[in-house]
């Protein structure tokens, strides 16, 4: 298998050229259309001579084997780090990036109160589900959108911007329209129409490890969204499950410096999936900085026990504050710089 | 929660009736109107004396709470086995079924030779996939829509009934129109999309437990497909995720009566995706009529060494026709029927 | 790393003569005496010329390589299947054997009561526990010598040789002059020290795998054994540990084909262990003669509910008779023998 | 179950006089004489207000009833942090203790280059294994008393106090002779007549978790340990396993605020096994500080590329120093204290 990646904004009839000389040569192309790259996959023929020479055609970046079973997402692909930029933040650079906010947005008042919590705090991006993926269908599934209304009012009054899941294809249109950046949940990690359909969007991925999945498949689930088109994606590792019932999943620390290894993309650790239980949220918070992480998502909510779900393992707005506090001292002894509070009311985006 | 469950072949007059009155009740109705039977979830006002009359109205066959986490898939909602009927075959009645086919729809020869060789030796349903969900977006992903029509023809050439995997809830229309069964697969078990878009076909689905998902999450995400309207569901135990790499993956064999103990449906055993192995697929097919699953579904290819997809699990087609003649001894043994080999040539539906 | 392995019954001048000659070659012999047999390890050195002509010694049955980490136990060691004799029972031949009784000696009469029911049901050999590993230092330990003295009093009641569990090497003495069968426990499955002194005794050894231990360790450990100089070893899978807590553990059906094609040892499966919950004992010891276990070993209690440790796995009495109805069909359906029930009274060994 | 703890220094004829009164009530005294402590569990009449009234006697400091699992080992029974005391070294205060040297003792040189490298980088504790439990039994064992002698060399000439394996009760005896710290290994865990051996000692432990098992479990068999009179105990977190290969083990870095909610011992870190890869030893030292852990344990090698054991996962010189450098701000950054590397030659204990 060797892959033809085309140069950012290669023309249209470029990219025709380079598929007519691969069926040319007798084999079958296999055209992807991101919106900032086209990248043609070639089946058969492999290590022929005469594919390598597809170099040489306008419009042409590289071509590369696939040797790796994954690529676009490899570090001998890019060896230089990803930075993902989402509304003037910088995911992946020095700065060491939290996402916070509710797991699903449930009223104009939790999310609004919640947003100025996260700006004031020193977060840089509100999270909060619209469309749920439940275990029962019986469960709360979300406002829908509603929901993600809800979101851009917060992001309007506090310039937050916003993350929030889409959990169907059908679904990318309507997120896209709203959201910054676009979560996939560990449940659908492996749902490969969902990942086609937000490779082809122009916004930021986060994509979560399932929950069973190992790192190579993460990978691989990424490789999906990146031969779309999509090169803008983030990885986040949120706990596996284990024998051990002690938390609700096994955060898996090591997958921070694994995935560094192997990959130019950044990584994102969720501890409140991670543990499940808010006490165990602020070390494993801090354990990720340590690690390397470029950022975390955590569960924040005015008032956790009343949570329609993700109760135990959503920080109260005191919590969150002091988790701040006992990450930023760590983020610097690490090299990296993070934001410091805000005065309550002091405008962040003026 | 409570749940109102509509009489099958309730009108549309008095389904409106009992949604009216739900928010009569100043209560939120959450119907789903199956192609066979509607359902209504009412949220807020648990165990009111007023939703429990509502099973005075015209229409209504039962309302009941919700204690379980699963409802209609549960045993206390239908205390008799559900019997899945496909084609004239019986799913979950007394005879042991047998589905069978490559991974993969490779070409008309391969899946032609293949459906003849099931049928002789005593298999009732032809599978095959024509969309393959793969871990690479580099794999073979299947034929698509050519799949669907090979899979046809070797239908009519036999008589044996399909089954397919549908891998989004988009490709549900065009999959249904061929197969007689739809396979949603283990990456997909808790795609809720296309749940409730299998949950509004009218033919029966074989839903697969993930391989990270424990036996409750299965139930919960058939209970997705009972609470849309479609009932004819059966449940594949086809191995889950453990440390050790002697076997593909881990067949839960306890899977079997755990899940007869606690649900109505009809249990299917995959041992080719539970081993991963030809060399195990015997033993553990013979373990699971011992165990009292009602079918098992395996791969089986003219030739695995050459296969594009699973080659390592798939039987030949004589390890295929002596596993078989190795399993009606044990089917017989727990007083099960199955049927015999079939004359080569020999029809079986005149 | 070679092996030099000792005819039976090699005189002690000739194992001198075999250690001598390794020495004068400059390398490190590593003797293991066993009762029935010696083995000489041999350290540095690999596949030099002069190490395979010590074949030519007096008293040298084999010198051979070790190329997978496991030698002994293999199919390449010893193609044919070893069979494990106890008083007058083989175990790995044609009968499937049963061997059941309480998890712990509690008394006196509970443990002649189910010793008469295993043998009118047609059981082979009667377990108790005397030691008792338990995660807590505060649960009931076992009753000690005192539980052996009593399980000597039903086998000369009944006729059963006795299986039970050896906990530390220091108790290996006292538990072999009453044991029939010696138990390696799971969690006792890389005890070395333990394994090495059951590996100089000649008694029959039964060893469990460890409840997250792979086949290959499974192995390796019943290795240390053999390589001690006892080759009668029985493996037993009783359930590993994995994510799914709706059995206590999962029971690894597959690891019953995968180690018999591995290695020449008997297996035997715990379906009490392996579930957890008497309701699905009677499946799964079904699911383990049809996978080609040869034997099993179960729970029994005159009074589950009171028992004294895993009553919930335990079966009664008529629990059990029933399931070893439902087994004998299975087991002669894969071409086993097994015993038919005992009328009450009547002697099995006159 | 009630427990009655006995102050540190009761006389033999206060004990006496307990175990006297206990039988007096009818019930089963159960002493466990420890060198610090003595404690006597009570089998029998549970909640009797007599056993209460214990208390009274002399020499008894608490009669308390086990409702957890556990009992010494938790918050409920010291609600102080317990801080172990080996030469000097305070371990579970202010100080974050690093633990390293060789997977095995395999030579002089090998052994006292390691321990210079580790004083004069900051550690404060040697370990080095000279019994070392194998998979295999035709794997490297270690040098067994020769080893210790080379650790006690090592000692000597740099001060630092040792920390090695014991794996059989009756190595007790002998390596309290040569060690400052007994280690219980991983596959030792549950081995409870080492548990029990290691517990009628007066040397701390340094107790790894199983790779199998729960953190409840963990504390489960420190129990035992503290029951037999040791309370010198130190918990250490060193991998689960899990599905995922991409390391060797699964680091479970919620297990140390998990162990801190949950007992008042010490926890260290091993990122060595934890990982099994040297390349992700630094980044997850650096997570289990942040995540509270009292210190790590890791392993350092002159040359790993030729370790008889664990090579890929040992540090080399210059690998550790960088560690430990990027190891100190972090420390700092969480309120401890960590020694700062030592000039070549300069004496730490003069």
Same mark, same amino acid.
């Given at each position: 298998m060797m892959i033809v990646v085309m140069k950012r904004g290669a023309k249209t009839s470029e990219i025709g050229a380079v598929v007519k000389s691969i069926e040319g040569l007798g084999l079958k192309p296999h055209p992807s259309r991101g919106p900032e790259q086209t990248i043609i996959g070639i089946i058969g023929g492999e290590n022929k001579e005469e594919i390598i020479k597809l170099k040489f055609l306008a419009g042409v970046e590289q071509v590369v084997p696939v040797t790796n079973n994954y690529k676009l997402v490899g570090k001998d692909f890019r060896p230089d780090? /990803?930075?993902?930029?989402?509304?003037?933040?910088?995911?992946?650079?020095?700065?060491?990036?939290?996402?916070?906010?509710?797991c699903a947005v449930e009223s104009r008042d939790q999310i609004l109160s919640t947003a100025h919590t996260v700006r004031e705090a020193g977060g840089q991006v509100l999270r909060g589900?619209?469309?749920?993926?439940?275990?029962?269908?019986?469960s709360f599934q979300g406002l829908g959108e509603e929901g993600l209304k809800l979101l851009t009012e917060a992001k309007k009054e506090t310039g937050l911007p916003i993350i929030t899941e889409v959990t169907s294809p059908e679904l990318v249109d309507m997120v896209t329209r709203y959201a910054d950046i676009l979560q996939v949940g560990a449940r659908n990690m492996q749902n490969y129409a969902l990942l086609e359909a937000v490779g082809k969007v122009r916004k930021p991925v986060l994509l979560k490890r399932g929950l069973m999945s190992t790192i190579e498949e993460l990978l691989?689930?990424?490789?999906y969204i990146l031969s779309n088109g999509?090169?803008?994606?983030?990885?986040?590792?949120?706990?596996?499950?284990s024998f051990d019932k002690a938390t609700r999943n096994t955060l898996d620390i090591s997958a921070v410096p694994v995935i560094k290894q192997r990959s130019h993309l950044p990584v994102i650790v969720d501890?409140?999936?991670? /543990?499940?239980?808010?006490?165990?949220?602020?070390? /494993?918070?801090?354990?990720?900085?340590?690690?390397?992480?470029?950022?975390?998502?955590?569960?924040?909510?005015?008032?956790?026990e009343n949570a329609m779900s993700d109760g135990p393992q959503s920080l109260s707005f005191p919590e969150f504050a002091e988790m701040m506090n006992g990450l930023r001292p760590v983020a610097v002894a690490?090299?990296? /710089?993070?934001?410091?509070p805000v005065e309550k009311g002091e405008s962040t985006h003026s």
């Open positions: 780090r /990803t930075i993902v930029k989402v509304n003037g933040i910088s995911v992946g650079g020095d700065e060491f990036i939290v996402m916070a906010g509710p589900g619209a469309f749920k993926p439940r275990t029962s269908p019986y691989l689930a990424a490789e999509n090169s803008q994606v983030m990885l986040c590792e949120r706990g596996i499950r501890p409140s999936h991670g /543990t499940g239980h808010r006490a165990y949220v602020p070390a /494993t918070a801090r354990a990720a900085v340590a690690a390397g992480a470029d950022g975390i998502i955590v569960e924040v909510h005015p008032s956790p690490v090299g990296r /710089t993070m934001s410091a």
